[in-house]
């Protein structure tokens, strides 16, 4: 069955650049999530769209932006990159938002 | 605010022992559980959700999970623990009217052979 996928799935920056992480949900899931998972840490919610539209939004940095596009991918992306950044980033998608979520494999940031 | 706490941070059995894994929340309306199992390297993988009903709730793999709301509680259990079980362990919780996930801190669980 076709899962979630991720690109890149590893992604090296330096301070104060620009990275874009990229989610393409299961096919017909018309909800994405995006999670940030720091260094022994639970996941934490960042902003989620359901229908192309922001549905939700957590405790995402102003630098950050993201959208959803027509094919319902998804694009994360952030700015101005700071050190505290590096973490794990989840995309998780929905078929509809009140059903369980599908997650992909993660990117992994690493700000330098 | 919501949240989630998991009480066992890391827990370490033999193989055939019995798992029991805590969950409490703390919100007082309707809410959606779930456990969620990562396998070293791998993605978050669903073991279980609980939604409405029985709340004795039957997953994959041998694990169940009971939902006690007088205890806001959503514990996974499973009676006999395979060395493949060796993982990290996340309950979830969304709260009525959003649909994003509060997670728990996570259980490490090492099962010896």
């Known amino acids: 069955a076709a899962g979630v996928i991720q690109s890149p799935r590893h992604l090296i920056k330096e301070k104060r650049e620009t990275a874009t992480l990229k989610c393409y949900p299961i096919?017909?899931?018309?909800?994405v999530y995006w999670y940030q998972q720091g260094p022994g840490q639970d996941p934490q919610f960042l902003i989620s769209?359901?229908?192309?539209?922001?549905?939700d939004k957590g405790s995402i940095p102003d630098r950050f932006s993201a959208q959803q596009f027509s094919d319902y991918h998804s694009e994360l992306n952030m700015s101005s990159l700071e050190l505290g950044d590096s973490a794990l980033y989840f995309c998780?998608?929905?078929?509809?938002?009140?059903?369980?979520?599908?997650f992909g494999p993660g990117t992994r940031l690493t700000v330098l | 605010a919501q949240s989630v706490s998991q009480h066992n941070h890391h827990v370490i059995l033999s193989e055939a022992a019995s798992l029991e894994l805590g969950c409490n929340y703390s919100y007082g309306g309707t809410v959606n559980l779930f456990w969620y199992v990562q396998y070293p390297g791998q993605h978050l993988q669903l073991l279980l959700k609980?939604?409405?009903?029985?709340?004795l709730v039957k997953g994959i793999k041998g694990f169940e999970a009971e939902f006690i709301k007088s205890k806001f509680s959503f514990n996974l259990r499973k009676p006999s623990v395979q060395w493949s079980d060796t993982a990290e362990y996340f309950c979830?919780?969304?709260?009525?009217?959003?649909?994003?996930?509060?997670f728990g801190t996570g259980t490490r669980l090492k099962v010896l052979a």
């Open positions: 609980y939604f409405s009903g029985d709340p």
């Open positions: 998780a998608s929905s078929l509809e938002r009140a059903n369980e979520q599908f």
């Open positions: 769209f359901y229908e192309k539209m922001q549905s």
């Open positions: 096919p017909r899931h018309d909800t």
């Open positions: 979830a919780v969304t709260t009525s009217g959003t649909y994003k996930y509060i």
